[in-house]
């Protein structure tokens, strides 16, 4: 171990700041470099979008419910911190998502992936899309591809592609509700590139699809395990991949705060600071100062900022002319969860929540039936919903009180689902500035504004969902990242 301890500050306790700090922990300890770390925080609660709370038997999360199971770095950490025997699957039974359609909920049409149709019979049944709709969507097996690979506007890709009925009525509903995005402004290659790849490879996104999804169940034959216990790799464990496939989403039984309390329990080397914000990082001989919200001042060897973009690029003045090049836009949102007795409520046992397209014109962007979804999150004589409130260009909600978002809310649940039993408690969370909308060509301005940060400022890193994917298992993957070049850097100035 060298004799000089590094001090590397890291700014926000999200998903972010909590796995890059674990991550340079570790990889500090594996290359002998003895290291302090210091987070700051400027709420008392550590974790950030990641709040769970128990209240009456139930386990409610009031911002990320879940993560998205085949993107690994989430179940990589998981079981690196023991978490494994902790993790949930959704219920098997729940299987259908209903979409709104002129007032009426009709179930997603069956071998639709992200939003494109890969079975025809369901897609040709489905009163989701107008006999119209539908050939114009069958155009896409004729249309040519696209030449170049310039980044385009999410919604602008599928509608070319499969018309905009699709892209109304089921895509942009599905797809940027992860965002609360609009299609029309998020980036392709930001959101989902996987789609380019298939217009590129195969044409057709329809037929790229139904390739793909036969090659993966091929594999998935191939890799099939074989004995009673299933197959385990050297060390005895079941292969990551195929714990992933048990459930497309997977989350912890007493929620996501599970993974944020075994990471600080594992921090042996860091300090939190919570009820302090970085305000700004500036240069000086050969360090980086860190001015604080309480008026103080720090030295550090070097600073991992996992905040949102907008704090982020506040805290840095020396870079303001860069500024621009990642201007990106953050959307408002909020959710309301209602508890109500069993007895009072029935909710459709196959399902687990529908999604409201914009033109619906509800408060609600989607409803997930959380207690049918998530087996574990209620007892059994309660019933949990979760509404969802606020997306770009229509967040005038999120600021509403609490009475009257609750009052919007469950206007719409009766219109929609005919509730009208009085819950037993309501709990609302509003998300100010929470949700990144990536704008087109957001790939290409990161890679510039990060040129220009090493440049100027090379112990400096940015992090988190601001930039390359908003999901857990992206952050986490992201800040393992951040951590490698962090400790490369550092082994290679030592
Ligand atoms: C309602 C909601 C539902 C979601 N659902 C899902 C889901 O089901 N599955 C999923 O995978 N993803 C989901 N997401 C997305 C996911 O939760 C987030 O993208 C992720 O948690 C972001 O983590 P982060 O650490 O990058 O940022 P954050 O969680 O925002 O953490 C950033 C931290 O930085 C701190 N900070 C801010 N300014 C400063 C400063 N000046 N100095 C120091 N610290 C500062 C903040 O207080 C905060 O704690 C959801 C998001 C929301 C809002």
Known sequence: MSQISRRIAIAGAGISGLSAAYYIQRFCLENGIAVQLTIYEPSEQ????????????????????????????????????????????????????????????????????????????????????????????????????????????????????????????????????????????????????????????????????????????????????????????RDGQIPLSQLASKSMFLTFRQGLATLVNALVTKLSEATIRTGIAVTEVSNSDGHYNLKLSDGSEEKFDAVVLAVPNYAAVGMLPQLAEEQALINIPYVSVANVVMAFRKSELTLSKDGSGFLVPRSEGLTIT?????????????????????????????????????????????????????????????????????????????????????????????????????YQGVGLPDCIGQAKQCAEKVVDDLVNRS
Not at 63 to 81: N, V
Not at 370 to 389: E, F, G, N, Q
Not at 454 to 465: D, F, K, R
């Open 366 to 466: 989607a409803c997930t039936w959380t207690s049918v979804k998530w087996l574990h999150t209620a007892p059994d004589d309660m019933v949990l919903v979760r509404c969802y409130i606020g997306r770009s260009g229509a967040t005038e909600s999120v600021e509403s009180n609490d009475e009257q978002l609750t009052n919007r809310v469950r206007a719409d649940l009766k219109q929609t689902l005919g509730i009208d039993a009085e819950p037993l408690f309501v709990e609302v969370t509003r998300w100010k500035d929470s949700m990144p909308q990536y704008p087109v060509g957001h790939l290409e301005s990161l890679k510039q504004y990060r040129e220009k940060l090493a440049g100027l400022m090379p112990g400096v890193y940015l992090t988190g969902s601001g």
């Open 46 to 233: 550590l974790g950030g979008k990641i709040r769970t709370l128990h209240r009456d038997g139930c386990v409610i999360e009031r911002g990320p419910d879940s993560f998205l199971a085949r993107k690994l770095p989430m179940l990589e950490l998981a079981r690196e911190l023991g978490l494994e025997g902790e993790l949930t699957a959704t219920n098997p039974q729940a299987k259908k998502t209903y979409i709104l359609h002129k007032r009426k909920l009709h179930s997603m049409p069956e071998g639709l992936m992200l939003g494109i149709p890969t079975q025809i019979m369901p897609f040709l049944r489905t009163g989701l899309i107008s006999p119209l709709g539908k050939a114009r969507a069958a155009l896409d097996l004729l249309l040519p591809r696209k030449a170049g690979k310039a980044d385009e506007a999410l919604g602008v890709f599928l509608s070319r592609r499969l018309g905009s009925e699709v892209l109304e009525h089921i895509a942009e509903p599905l797809l940027a509700g992860i965002y609360a995005g609009d299609t029309k402004e998020l980036s392709l290659q930001s959101t989902f590139p996987q789609f380019q790849a298939l217009e590129q490879d195969h044409r057709s996104i329809m037929i790229g699809m139904i390739r793909n999804k036969r090659q993966q169940r091929l594999l998935r034959l191939k890799n099939r395990p074989t004995g009673t216990h299933g197959t385990t790799d």
